[in-house]
């Protein structure tokens, strides 16, 4: 089943809720990755003009889903950007007790003559967000703050 | 009573339901909602979750709040109140919310419906170009690092030394526009980066600059309303709605992470991780304070960019001067914030998250100008609905720490909202009504239509009916620009 993500309607009424799914952790990131790049503009609006490599680690893997999502937001803001795909490969290092994440994230400079924005996701919330791996599939469901 | 909770829910009068301690393990205080029987009804179960979870906080006093346009959020309710000891008490930054210092203004004029209704739609056309908003705006103030944090520092103060703004405005601003205990050292590099280049924008989501109009059949009391410079006969008035943007985000979300760590040292633990929260005097508690106050400064400072581009598209369409046009600020008012103030007990911290402060007459706090007859209070309504202009009063001083609501609540969610109407649809319904649309996501005005929203002149009576507000006068929309 190839990575995805459904909003959920009845979770945060004045935000947005979604849950992400994928078979590896690697899946669930750029699912998770999809839901914000699709919650701040459509996609298919924007062209591949701007490129950046996230590498990230953490003790925790949810603690690095939402440090992906959060550097998104950051980026968003700080460079004026949003996103039309993002790439993503999350490996256990047991060793080190870590789990580290080689992410890649493509999109424009914002333009608003051009993009079809939607909304301001400002900030992920620890609101009901909850990470988990069943029988091989791993979901999560996060809320933002739009 | 068909509630959205199992816990008991005493009726104290027709407008106060009170839980009781005996209702959560762990209330130190009881909670009270503010509400009529049918607004209590319908508020969602999570009200009722987290205003009992903020009654456990440590040094809580009196009562955890929720005002009538509660519903759930982050930790808090929004349009939750909670004051706590200074000493024995926390500070959260779920009890302030992301946005720190999203509030209202308000802007006067001596334009009637008749003078601008021929021109509103080169004046929305002038609005929309003046003001950036929607996803990533940014703001035509340029910025260095250390302009920034003059910024935070000052806030609206320091628009008005460099020339956006009149030195009367600072008047009209709750704190004058700038809270003295605020610190840029306490603040991260990545809030700075969000934030330094969106000054004078308005943002998304449910954030507006609204043109409205005042008949004198919707104006309540007269002699409050000429006191706020509101004299009615369709009279034309602007309504900015914003906050501190991608900066008090990010200082929120900081401060949210340091504080799970910050928690276990203290020894503290809350019902809600979105509760996180650290003695009010602790290093950490402070920082976080310092941090928030340059949050809600740039907040003021934004608002104040947005009325000197306010006044200069309105010089563009009509030729005359902002002075001219008699364009004074009414008042500016913050409804995510956590303050120290002075009540019965003696210093408290006030956090009130999506709610506003409305303090009545005699309040030291107060300009001179609003002394006699309380605060203005500027509530929102949904842009198809209409706003209310309010005034704090003696008898909020001694029932809700000088606090009441701060809009309509939100009743449906954002999918469910783009489900039931299009942006297209709402634009073209509205225009019909004679209210021009400016929107910069079409999905985005979906989300905002009239029927997500509560009544808010439901609300608006609640609290009037308690006593903790009065009307004032009834603000009707005719142009809305919107992220």
């Known amino acids: 089943m190839p990575p995805s993500f459904r909003i959920l309607e009845d979770i945060a009424v004045a935000d947005v809720a979604f849950e992400a799914i994928g078979d590896t952790p690697s899946e669930l990131f750029v699912a998770a990755a999809q839901a914000v790049i699709e919650m701040l503009a459509n996609p298919m609006t924007v062209s591949k003009t701007w490129y950046r490599t996230i590498e990230l680690e953490d003790e925790l893997f949810t603690d690095l889903l939402f440090d992906w999502l959060s550097e998104m937001v950051y980026l968003k803001d700080a460079e004026g950007v949003v996103f039309c795909q993002a790439t993503a490969t999350v490996v256990h290092e047991p060793l080190r007790n870590r789990w580290r994440l080689h992410g890649e994230l493509i999109g424009e400079v914002i333009d608003s003559t051009r993009h079809e924005l939607r909304s301001d996701v400002k900030a992920v919330t620890k609101h009901l967000y909850e990470v988990s791996e069943h029988e091989g599939q791993w979901k999560a469901r996060v809320v933002l703050d739009i | 009573m068909d509630l959205n909770t199992h816990m008991t829910v005493s009726r104290i009068t027709d407008q106060i339901w009170e839980i009781p301690t005996s209702e959560k393990e762990g209330m130190r205080v009881p909670a009270r909602i503010y509400a009529t029987e049918t607004i209590l009804t319908d508020m969602d179960s999570g009200v009722f979750e987290q205003v009992t979870n903020v009654a456990c906080l440590p040094g809580i006093r009196r009562y955890a709040l929720c005002m009538p346009d509660g519903h759930w959020g982050y930790g808090f309710p929004i349009g939750g109140v909670a004051a706590f000891d200074p000493d024995e008490g926390i500070i959260s930054p779920g009890g302030v919310g992301y946005d720190v210092n999203c509030g209202m203004r308000l802007i006067r004029t001596d334009l009637t419906l008749s003078d601008v209704k021929p021109r509103l739609e080169p004046l929305m056309t002038e609005l929309f170009r003046k003001v950036p908003a929607g996803v990533g705006s940014k703001g035509s103030v340029r910025l260095n690092r250390r302009d920034f944090d003059d910024v ?159 006044r200069e598209a309105f010089t563009t369409v009509f030729g005359l001067s902002a002075e001219e046009l008699g364009m004074h600020l009414v008042y500016d008012v913050a409804h995510n914030i956590a303050k120290v103030e002075r009540y019965a007990e003696g210093d408290l911290v006030v956090h009130r998250k999506g709610a506003t402060r409305a303090f009545g007459p005699g309040r030291p706090e107060l300009p001179e100008l609003y002394r006699r007859t309380g605060q203005p209070v500027i509530c929102g309504g949904s842009m198809e609905t209409g706003s209310y202009l309010l005034a704090g009063t003696k008898h909020a001083m001694h029932e809700t720490f000088g606090s009441t609501m701060h809009g309509s609540g939100r009743t449906m969610s954002r999918a469910q909202a783009k489900k039931t109407v299009s942006g297209e649809q709402i634009r073209k319904q509205m225009e019909q009504r004679g209210i021009i649309v400016k929107a910069v996501s079409a999905s985005g005005l979906a989300e905002e239509a009239g029927l997500a929203y509560k009544n808010i002149s439901d609300v608006v009576e609640t609290v009037e009916l308690a006593g903790i507000t009065k009307k004032v006068a009834e603000l009707r929309p005719i142009g809305n620009i919107k992220g």
């Open chain 2, 152 to 310: 935070m520092r000052k806030g609206a103060k320091w628009c008005v030394e460099h020339g956006y703004g009149w030195t009367e405005d600072l008047e009209r601003i709750e704190e004058r526009g700038c809270i003295n205990y605020a610190n840029p050292s306490n603040v991260s590099d990545r809030a700075v980066e969000r934030g330094h280049s969106q000054l004078g924008t308005l943002g998304a989501g449910n954030h507006y600059l609204e043109v409205q109009v005042v008949s004198n059949n919707r104006i309540f009391d007269m002699e409050t309303a000429a006191a706020f410079g509101i004299t009615g006969h369709d009279q034309i008035v602007v309504m900015v709605h914003c906050g501190s943007r991608g900066f008090g985000h990010q200082i929120a979300s900081d401060y949210l992470k340091s504080f799970e760590k910050a928690m276990r040292r203290h020894g503290i633990t809350v019902k809600d991780q979105q509760l996180a929260c650290a003695p009010f005097r602790s290093p950490e508690g402070q920082d976080y304070f310092a941090a928030m106050n340059c949050a809600a400064n740039s907040a003021f400072a934004n608002r104040q960019v947005i009325t000197h581009h306010i």
